[in-house]
């Protein structure tokens, strides 16, 4: 029995002597958090009867403009440290493709460099990563539209695109955006 209340004691004696510190309420103001959002962009088909009008292959680029809404949020604004865009194509053409974005803000000046993608003939893994981080690309911000321009390039042995051969070009893009919360 003596034992035992010395066992009992000794147990006490050290969770009363344990290292304990006082709890500390501003800690929760140093919370910082980093999340990253992927988000699907862009993704689509060009078929070989997008590329041939009326028996002739197309000779001017394709020029789309779309809304680029991101910086409309203050969050996003005040929070955003860096994007990185991915691309990702398979060209079933036995052509190149040349394939530029263009950053524009309301009044259409340019607020970033534009991101060329030369996609090689029959390239069936083509990738490429672009990273922006906007400390180093203030005006980035100021982006509110997006033209993507596709052009396709002349081939090399002079043959035109079948239009009867079934081939694609297939375009997916993506983004994720890396935050920092204070």
Do not use: H, W
């Not at 030369?118 to 069936?124: E, F």
């Not at 002349?154 to 935050?179: E, K």
Request: glycine share 2%; net charge negative; hydrophobic share 45%.
């Amino acid at each position: 029995m003596r034992l035992f209340f010395k066992a009992i004691l000794c147990s006490v004696l050290l969770m009363m002597s344990s290292c304990v510190e006082d709890v500390n309420f501003s800690q929760a103001e140093d919370l910082e958090i980093t999340p990253a959002i992927l988000a699907s962009l862009v993704n689509t088909v060009i078929t070989q009867n997008e590329l041939v009008i009326a028996g002739s292959e197309i000779s001017a680029p394709i020029e789309q403009t779309s809304l680029f809404t991101v910086f409309n949020n203050q969050q996003a604004n005040d929070n955003l440290e860096r994007l990185v865009l991915q691309f990702a194509i398979n060209n079933q053409f036995n052509r190149g493709f040349r394939i530029e974005f263009f950053f524009l803000d309301d009044a259409g000046n340019s607020t970033y460099n534009p991101i060329t993608l030369n996609v090689a003939p029959n390239q069936s893994d083509f990738t490429q990563e672009e990273e922006i981080i906007l400390a180093n690309n203030p005006t980035f911000t100021n982006t509110r539209r997006v033209r993507v321009r596709v052009e396709l390039l002349p081939s090399t042995d002079g043959s035109m695109i079948d239009v009867n051969v079934p081939a694609s070009l297939d375009f997916r893009s993506a983004v994720t955006s890396y935050f920092r919360v204070n």
